[in-house]
């Protein structure tokens, strides 16, 4: 069976993304909290395989390979530099024995180490770095590449000249809130660039909540003909001005800032309603988020075999539990109040 491309699914449809593999193979137990490199690939792939499964099963129909860190500057870092190679390799070979005959795999590539704004100099070496990943990752067989969280401009479209120099199609995604980024550009700004430079899809990831990312994508979305991303994280963050990474919680008590199951069904509902066209999330974003994102989009994957039916709870109170609006209802008031100023 020949799969569909990326561009063609999107086409016809609203296309759903999976979530976040760092902090949840922290969680784990396979990833050490503080450099977070991806070594898992190589060290247990079965558990980076099984959170791929999990992530296709809730209807992810684009596995992301688990390269974010993967560039050589930053595992040099953590004394790995001597292994991205087989890092990069191995996350995409794991990837593609998850994803089945009906779901794509996206190779990744993020922020650099290496990079500075102001130092032209340093452009050079990031796109050697970026080139040596994106080759490594097209050898083995992905089916585009994602480049994100980009906070500069600058840096991702270095990493847009790699993706388009070995001839993939290449979606773009920048981690900021409405402010823009760091060198000075608008979120408008950047999809404009992007798409001229070359982008085919290009959107936001990481960072801020669902309500933030989406104002920012929807900005994207009056810029530019290029399809849309918007992939946020699964964490509040009310103020639009703290993403969770400056978060007094961040890295090891997120957990009492974890948005609900319902938070992402209501995003994936804005979303398509903004013609968001590749939906999904980031760090914090976890199977069950992604399937309540499938289900909203009125999708019923391999994992709804297992969604709640409450009505059959042993407790009688818990039975009359078991209607959708009875849970949006508690998320009012929560922090994920959307409408408000980014
Ligand atoms: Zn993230």
Known sequence: MVKRGILDLLKDDDVLGDGGYVLELERRGYIQAGPYTPEVAIEHPDALEQLHLEFRRAGAQVLQTLTFYASEDKLRTAGRAHEVEDINRAAVKVAKKAVGDDALVAGVITLTPTFEPDDPDSYHRVREIFDQQVALQKEEGVEFIIGE????????????????????????????NGSGSPDGFSPEDCAKRLTEAGADIVGVNCNYDPTTSLAVAERMRGATDAFIACQPAGYATPDPNVPFVEHDLFPLSLERIQLTRFAFAEFAERARDAGIGFIGGCCGVLPYHVRAMAEALGRRPEASEKSPDLARHIIPDVREKDDIRYWREREEGTNNEPAREV
């Open 149 to 176: 969280t980009f906070l500069n401009l600058k840096e991702a479209l270095i990493a847009l000249e790699a993706i388009n120099a070995a001839g993939l199609v290449a979606m773009i995604t920048m981690n900021f």
